[in-house]
């Protein structure tokens, strides 16, 4: 079993920053994929971005250049660093490790 506690979420104006981690504790290995998804009112679940064990790391299309995923392999912990923050990116933002989620935190952009 897989535990993770999301942090960093609140509100802020568009173009300014906020910095997300996940903590994991449980069954959790160096290799498992760590990532963030995000959903919008109305909207599906979508990939913000993902890491490997590795580093290799895949971003959404929106968010290329502004966003960037990190982790920390002693700490069992994922960053999102979200910079230049736009209102649609308004939305509850999911930590993702192997096949477990986090419980969300929101992330209000306004303009």
């Known amino acids: 079993q897989v535990q993770l506690v999301e942090s960093g979420g609140g509100l802020v104006q568009a173009g300014g920053s906020l910095r997300l981690s996940c903590a994991a504790s449980?069954?959790?290995?160096?290799?498992?994929?760590m990532g963030w998804y995000r959903q919008a009112p109305g909207k599906q679940r979508e990939l913000v971005a993902t890491?490997?064990?590795?580093?290799?790391?895949n971003y959404g299309y929106s968010v290329k250049g502004r966003f960037t995923i990190s982790r920390d392999n002693v700490k069992n912990t994922v960053y999102l660093q979200m910079n230049s923050l736009k209102p649609e990116d308004t939305a509850v933002y999911y930590c993702?490790?192997?096949?477990?989620w986090g419980q969300g935190t929101q992330v209000t952009v306004s303009s």
């Open positions: 993702k490790v192997a096949l477990f």
């Open positions: 449980g069954s959790i290995f160096s290799g498992n994929v």
């Open positions: 890491i490997t064990g590795g580093g290799s790391t």
